[in-house]
Nanobody, 127 residues
Framework: QVQLVESGGGLVQAGGSLRLSCAAS????????MGWFRQPPGKEREFVAA????????YYADSVKGRFTISIHNAKNTVYLQMNSLKSEDRAVYSC????????????????????WGQGTPVTVSS
């Protein structure tokens, strides 16, 4: 059974950093794209970042570009999201997702392209 388990969320002050992890198991992900999405309170889930399991290329939402970095450790079957210079608007539940599709700037942003989802980890940023 495929599982995506996120960890690393929590409370951080504005300007601070957090690193989220997503441990993937249950199948071979070598052809998959891994994505991070977030759902702010009262809003729809939105794309944050994506990376192909091979390690590249990477894609980012404009709102996080230059502050967040997505990476992958293939041997550990783990995807990371390093979040720096956090802002109050980054507050959300962050979820990891996996999908087997051709990666483009457009396709990585489509939620329905991802077939596996984790439960999410909350991030709160205090001002």
């Amino acid at each position: 059974q495929v599982q995506l388990v996120e960890s690393g969320g929590g409370l951080v002050q504005a300007g601070g950093s957090l690193r989220l992890s997503c441990a993937a198991s249950g199948r071979t992900f070598s052809t998959y794209t891994m994505g991070w999405f977030r759902q702010p309170p009262g809003k729809e889930r939105e794309f944050v970042a994506a990376i192909h399991w091979s390690g590249g290329p990477t894609y980012y939402a404009d709102s996080v570009k230059g502050r967040f970095t997505i990476s992958i450790h293939n041997a550990k079957n783990t995807v990371y999201l390093q979040m720096n210079s956090l802002k109050s608007e980054d507050r959300a539940v962050y979820s990891c997702a996996a999908g087997n599709f051709g990666t483009t700037t457009y396709t990585t942003r489509i939620r329905s392209n991802y077939v596996y989802w984790g439960q999410g980890t909350p991030v709160t940023v205090s001002s």
